[in-house]
């Protein structure tokens, strides 16, 4: 079983930056791809970004320009650095791994971003 556990969360005014962090452990497979999504209340989970196990990386198109997902595989960890933050980008983000040689794939709990004046 593998465990996510997303941080770094919180209240942030609108033009500000803030990374978020996804620390996987529990898994004796390899982590193959890392993926970030979001929700916000009233909306269906949204794809943010992928990274591979190589370091490929995809963003949807919101999201291009302004947010960089990057992983630490020694530490089994990715990271999504959100900079030039909107109240749109307010929601719960959630952090996905695609595990082992079927892809199954685990989520964390969810880390909760206010962009708010």
């Known amino acids: 079983q593998v465990q996510l556990v997303e941080s770094g969360g919180g209240l942030v005014q609108p033009g500000g930056s803030l990374r978020l962090s996804c620390a996987a452990s529990?898994?004796?497979?390899?982590?193959?791809?890392m993926d970030w999504y979001r929700q916000t209340p009233g909306k269906e989970r949204e794809f943010v970004a992928h990274?591979?196990?190589?370091?490929?990386?995809s963003y949807a198109d919101s999201m291009e320009g302004r947010f960089t997902i990057s992983r630490d595989s020694a530490k089994n960890t990715a990271y999504l650095q959100m900079s030039s933050l909107k109240p749109e980008d307010s929601g719960v983000y959630y952090c996905?791994?695609?595990?082992?040689?079927?892809?199954?794939?685990?989520w964390g709990k969810g880390t909760l971003v206010t962009v708010s004046s």
């Open positions: 996905s791994a695609s595990v082992g040689v079927y892809g199954t794939r685990y």
């Open positions: 529990g898994s004796d497979f390899s982590i193959n791809a």
């Open positions: 990274i591979t196990s190589g370091g490929g990386t």
